[in-house]
């Protein structure tokens, strides 16, 4: 019987850039506006809880006005031929959006929040996690096990618990996607290790990569006319 090849796509900023959204490193992102070590690390939590939840606040809200594009809804598309995972990094929703069925959202999601958890105490469980929508949350605002409840976000500092499904996921890979991502963030940045050694890589990134390996196939593009030639590479082979 015809099996579906199995097509793994792996996300950053990249890929929601044409739908307005800010990449982290570019010029004019937004680690030139805001210090990652104050939003998005776990000190940074400690330091100001009410700072992070505003902050997050504010990226949620301004998410939903926010739409997928040509590429979130090619990768989605691939669906009908391929078997198809996107891992991104991204915490927006867009490859939802899109209908992408199948995602792992490496570091976290915008749209839920959860109970923060005492420095030495187990993570989170999936049943804990609560989506909000585009809703806000407040300092003082308390999950129903009594704790101050959090975005659920990885920040940097925190373990990232998707990893180990994601490793499985690329190990069999049949064709490896990466698009709009700068891998400078690890264990993300380390994924496309774990890809059979004979299987293709391609990479969609208008800047030029960060990483050398002989099978990578690098598309010059922004994500939207790189998905679309990334989809005629696939039609003619
Ligand atoms: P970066 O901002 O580090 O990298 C964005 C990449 O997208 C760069 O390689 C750009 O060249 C590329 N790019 C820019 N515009 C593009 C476009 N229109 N089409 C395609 N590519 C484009 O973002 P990430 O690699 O996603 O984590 O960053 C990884 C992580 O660092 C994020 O998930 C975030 C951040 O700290 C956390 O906050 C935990």
Redesign the pocket.
Known sequence: MYKKQKLVVL?????S??SGLD????SG???GKYD?QVV?SIDGWRADKGLLINFYNDLRVGLKDKQPNK?HLLIASLEEKYNVTVIT???DNLHERAGSTRIIH???ELTKVRPELGEYDRTYSEKEVIDIGYGTIALGEKAPNGQQLRPH????GEAVPKIEKAIEEVESADILLI???????YP?AGLYRYADPHIPIYI????DVSIHDGRIVHIK????S?MEEFVQKLEKN
Do not use: M
């Open positions: 996300t950053g900023a990249g890929v850039a044409e990449t982290f490193r570019d992102g937004l680690w990652p998005a590429a990094q991204n915490v490496l570091h976290g976000i990885v920040w940097f698009v709009g991502t700068s891998l400078q963030v993300a969609i990134d208008p800047k593009a922004v994500a939207t790189g």
